[in-house]
């Protein structure tokens, strides 16, 4: 099989390893970089695609976050995505945020978080996670008490369920009396 590399300047050398092209290597069809990587489209189409052509059971594709740390320790924050935007004013703008972190990194004791965070009035407010502690693992909304509300529909009733955050009232087939 013959491939075929075309750039205007390969400023690294070529090697086993494959060729180096500023901290990125090419071989046997992967990529790997060593260094911050942005892809940028001018459109709206897919800008990164992960596809997997394998027929099995298994699950494919897969999209990993690894954080390989030499001294992890308890509290890290392990991993964040960021939904960002332009705001009016031309700044960037986070508006909804997962991020993750070790609770406790000791072996076969290993715990974890979760954080769901949407933008609210100009504060990206923390209003879901997913909380494993040393005797049980629980999900909890407004864990740092703002102001959010937690309302679930059900087929005919927009608020079966309705928490009022503000008030502290609980509603069942209809939002709470103030």
Same mark, same amino acid.
Not at 57 to 64: E, H, Q
Not at 107 to 136: C, H, P, V, W
């Given at each position: #099989?013959?491939?075929? +590399?075309?750039?205007?300047? +390969?400023?690294?050398? /070529?090697?086993?390893?494959?060729?180096?092209?500023?901290?990125?290597?090419?071989?046997?069809?992967?990529?790997?970089?060593?260094?911050?990587? &942005?892809? &940028?489209?001018?459109? $709206?189409?897919?800008?990164?695609?992960?596809?997997?052509?394998?027929?099995?059971?298994?699950?494919?594709?897969?999209?990993?976050?690894?954080?390989?740390?030499?001294?992890?320790?308890?509290?890290?924050? /392990?991993?964040?995505?960021?939904?960002?935007?332009?705001?009016?004013?031309?700044?960037?703008?986070?508006?909804?945020?997962?991020?993750?972190?070790?609770?406790?990194?000791?072996?076969?004791?290993?715990?974890?978080?979760?954080?769901?965070? $949407?933008?609210?009035?100009? /504060?990206?407010?923390?209003? #879901?996670?997913?909380?494993?502690?040393?005797?049980?693992?629980?999900? /909890?909304?407004?864990?740092?008490?703002?102001?959010?509300?937690?309302?679930?529909?059900?087929?005919?009733n927009t608020h079966m369920?309705?928490?009022?955050?503000?008030?502290?009232?609980?509603?069942?087939?209809?939002?709470?009396?103030?």
């Amino acid at each position: #099989m013959t491939s075929t +590399i075309k750039v205007d300047t +390969i400023s690294e050398k /070529t090697s086993a390893n494959g060729v180096a092209i500023d901290s990125v290597t090419l071989k046997d069809g992967g990529v790997t970089a060593t260094a911050a990587s &942005t892809i &940028t489209v001018a459109d $709206n189409s897919d800008t990164l695609s992960l596809i997997s052509t394998d027929a099995d059971a298994a699950i494919g594709p897969n999209l990993r976050l690894y954080r390989n740390s030499s001294s992890p320790a308890d509290d890290d924050l /392990t991993a964040t995505v960021d939904f960002e935007w332009r705001n009016d004013n031309s700044q960037d703008v986070i508006g909804f945020q997962i991020d993750n972190f070790c609770r406790d990194v000791s072996d076969g004791a290993e715990e974890n978080i979760i954080r769901f965070k $949407n933008m609210f009035n100009g /504060t990206l407010t923390e209003f #879901m996670r997913a909380d494993s502690q040393s005797d049980q693992s629980v999900v /909890t909304f407004n864990e740092l008490s703002n102001d959010i509300d937690f309302r679930v529909e059900s087929n005919s009733n927009t608020h079966m369920l309705f928490v009022d955050g503000g008030n502290n009232r609980v509603g069942v087939f209809s939002e709470p009396d103030l």
